[in-house]
């Protein structure tokens, strides 16, 4: 039963994604990362969750971005690895359309790497492939489902020994994801390929 309703409040949660209404919101945390900020919280996790459908048809032709085990499980953040984030988030915010994949492909939920256009999830893949680029390990960048007044939306967790930082085509702001005001409800798993989990809390 517990696993039926899991199964369900998933599919619900990412049928869709939560559509940026007018400009995209940019706030003061656009600049260089606050190194020095409070304690670094974590997302703890609290047990196995079924994966958005179109994951895995998604991860049959990319199963590099699709990865996110391996020995690295936080990325040490330093002023050029916080400015990596800040790059990735923007570059990508401005450089791809955001358009539904109903209009896009005519169906509810694909997921790609976008050319101009996408949705949020192919936004949070394309950030997690520009990143990859740049040397962070893919078990440190997880795509994350939340819900956002209702609605599913997909962005992509940056993990860190300075905490877990949401990546998020709806700002061009890189926050803590404490300070997101999303439910947050499951992510990629970093210890069983292919797998995802259910977000708990913050933790240590």
Same mark, same amino acid.
């Given at each position: 039963?517990?696993?039926?309703?899991? %199964?369900?409040?998933?599919?619900?949660?990412?049928?869709?994604?939560?559509?940026?209404?007018?400009?995209?919101?940019?706030?003061?945390? =656009?600049? +260089?990362?606050?190194?020095?900020?409070?304690? /670094?919280?974590?997302?703890?996790?609290?047990? +196995?969750? %079924?994966? /958005? /459908?179109? %994951?895995?048809?998604?991860?049959?032709?990319?199963?590099?971005?699709?990865?996110?085990?391996?020995?690295? *499980?936080?990325?040490?953040?330093?002023?050029?690895?916080?400015? *990596?984030?800040?790059?990735?988030?923007?570059?990508?915010?401005?450089?791809?359309?955001?358009?539904?994949?109903?209009?896009?492909?005519?169906?509810?939920?694909? !997921?790609?790497? +976008?050319?101009?256009?996408?949705?949020?999830?192919?936004?949070?893949?394309?950030?997690?492939?520009?990143?990859?680029? @740049?040397?962070? +390990?893919?078990?440190?960048?997880?795509? &994350?489902?939340?819900?956002?007044?209702?609605?599913?939306?997909?962005?992509? &967790?940056?993990?860190?020994? @300075?905490?877990?930082? =949401?990546?998020?085509? @709806?700002?061009?702001?890189?926050? /803590? !994801?404490?300070?997101? @005001?999303?439910?947050?409800?499951?992510?990629?798993?970093?210890?069983?390929?292919?797998?995802?989990?259910? =977000?708990?809390?913050?933790?240590?």
């Amino acid at each position: 039963m517990l696993k039926v309703l899991v %199964f369900t409040c998933l599919s619900l949660a990412t049928a869709a994604c939560s559509q940026t209404t007018g400009s995209i919101t940019s706030t003061a945390a =656009i600049g +260089p990362l606050a190194l020095t900020a409070a304690e /670094p919280q974590l997302m703890s996790m609290s047990g +196995p969750a %079924f994966a /958005p /459908p179109a %994951f895995y048809s998604f991860c049959e032709s990319r199963p590099d971005l699709c990865a996110s085990t391996g020995p690295t *499980e936080k990325m040490t953040m330093t002023d050029r690895r916080g400015a *990596e984030l800040h790059e990735v988030n923007l570059a990508v915010n401005r450089k791809i359309r955001e358009v539904s994949d109903q209009a896009q492909h005519g169906v509810d939920d694909v !997921w790609s790497v +976008p050319q101009s256009a996408g949705d949020c999830e192919d936004f949070a893949i394309l950030k997690k492939k520009e990143l990859m680029k @740049r040397g962070w +390990p893919a078990s440190t960048l997880l795509l &994350t489902v939340v819900t956002a007044s209702g609605q599913g939306h997909v962005v992509l &967790t940056a993990r860190t020994d @300075r905490g877990d930082f =949401i990546l998020d085509n @709806r700002t061009n702001a890189l926050r /803590p !994801w404490t300070d997101v @005001r999303y439910n947050f409800f499951a992510r990629q798993s970093q210890s069983a390929h292919g797998k995802w989990e259910r =977000i708990a809390s913050a933790g240590a």
